[in-house]
């Protein structure tokens, strides 16, 4: 099976390639993220930033605030706005965290690990 994952946001304008596995995945649970995503978990891709092929588009960067008060940089379709990728302070600009969720086949990526579990809903 190849190891290179596609994925674009929901109206076709931006699609990207990760060429390569990521770092590992992750599953948070903290409240920024149920918010951010409305959900109960965000799963994200950390992966090398050189390894995020843009195949199509140009994702917009929107400075969003962040746990660590710092700031995240979350990189969205300039159309729909959808999120597909974040850069944190912590690792810069050279790894970024890619959501799983905007890949064409997330089946693909289950979680590695689960962090902030202290917050996770109860069900
Ligand atoms: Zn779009
Ligand atoms: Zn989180």
């Excluded at 990521?22 to 950390?46: D, I």
């Amino acid at each position: 099976m190849s190891e290179e994952l596609d994925g674009g946001c929901t109206c076709g304008e931006v699609r990207y390639r990760m060429s390569g596995p990521p770092l590992f995945v992750h599953c948070c649970h903290c409240r920024w993220c149920q918010r951010e995503t409305g959900s109960a978990f965000v799963l994200n891709a950390m992966i090398e930033a050189d390894r995020v092929v843009l195949l199509k588009g140009a994702p917009e960067v929107i400075l969003t605030p962040s746990a660590s008060g710092k700031g995240q940089k979350i990189s969205r379709c300039p159309a729909c706005s959808i999120a597909l990728w974040s850069t944190y302070s912590g690792a810069g600009d050279a790894v970024r965290f890619v959501r799983v969720g905007t890949l064409d086949e997330p089946d693909r990526l289950p979680p590695d690990i689960h962090i902030f579990t202290m917050s996770k809903q109860p069900w």
